[in-house]
């Protein structure tokens, strides 16, 4: 397989990712595809040939190969990997799917119209849906790939020996597995590496989340002071106006009303207060 064309392929999401994201590709490319191309190829190369079984019983040795091996490490990482990267693709292909839009818009509207988008690879509207999408599933990948290599194989360990009794085999025959240390060390660090990139995935998706909801609380904030400037500059002009009327009154001459208090009481419907500040504004002989 050529994991190159993959890596040319992802070495375009950086410039989209975040900081975590960019310490998941960093530790997919160095800790799985070179570990996986350079040493675990060759540790599982010949795990089929160097399967013994003390019989010579035909078609034992395969049967027996098949019950322990039922799928092989490296092509279950292989395919994991496949996986695990397709998702990123996504985003790269949103961003061309932008910029083509964009691109149609000025050519319909003319280069001085305005934009559709103000950043095309900003992860704003379908794009952020887009990327924690991606990292949703990508994190559902590894953690399936984990379960099904645990459960397949029983765990990630590798005994020496082995004892088989599937037929046509006569009898219980032992096995040996070639290289079981080495195979051991390169499993558990394929599954360590994969809990990291699951660990990032989900600080990833926690960052972006926390931050959608930081600004959603802060363009609420940014609302409600905008409305509340809004309502005091509303009342300002408002006693503006009622200024400007009481100044109109006073300067054509007209008689302050006359108010009469009773028993303590106002005779008037607008209360005691508004006598005071009614005969103050409006008698001209103050």
């Known amino acids: 397989m050529n994991w190159a064309f993959l890596q040319g392929l992802l070495s ?3 410039k989209y990712s ?3 994201g960019r310490v998941w590709l960093s530790i997919v490319f160095l800790f799985r595809v070179m570990v996986f191309v350079v040493a675990a190829e060759k540790v599982w190369g010949d795990e089929q040939k160097d399967f013994a079984c003390n019989t010579a019983q035909p078609g034992c040795h395969n049967v027996c190969y098949d019950h322990f091996f039922p799928v092989s490490h490296i092509r279950l990482w292989a395919l994991q990997l496949i996986f695990v990267t397709c998702p990123s693709f996504l985003v790269v292909l949103h961003v061309a799917y932008r910029e083509e839009r964009e691109r149609k818009h000025r050519l319909k509207y003319g280069e001085g119209c305005q934009r559709l988008y103000a950043n095309t690879g900003k992860k704003r509207g379908g794009l952020w849906w887009t990327y924690v999408l991606s990292l949703v599933f990508k994190m559902g990948v590894d953690v399936t790939f984990v379960y099904l290599l645990y459960h397949i194989y029983e765990g990630y360990d590798f005994p020496t020996m082995v004892k088989c009794s599937e037929h046509p085999c006569p009898n219980v025959v032992d096995c040996f597995i070639s290289r079981p240390t080495e195979k051991r060390i390169f499993t558990i660090f394929m599954v360590v590496t994969s809990l990291v990139c699951i660990l990032l995935s989900l600080c ?8 959608r909801c930081f600004e959603c609380i802060h363009r609420m904030q940014g609302s409600r002071q905008i409305n509340k400037a809004r309502s005091i500059a509303n009342m300002r002009s408002s006693n ?3 200024d400007s009327n009481s100044k109109k009154l006073a300067s054509k001459g007209q008689p302050a009303p006359v108010y ?3 028993d303590g009481k106002c005779s008037s419907l ?5 006598i005071t500040y009614r005969v103050y504004i409006s008698s001209p002989y103050i």
Do not use: P, Q, W
């Open 260 to 262: 009469s208090v009773r």
């Open 270 to 274: 607008d209360g005691c207060m508004h």
């Open 240 to 242: 503006t106006h009622l």
């Open 12 to 14: 375009g999401v950086n």
């Open 18 to 20: 975040t900081a975590f």
């Open 204 to 211: 990833e998706i926690l960052y972006l989340v926390g931050k």
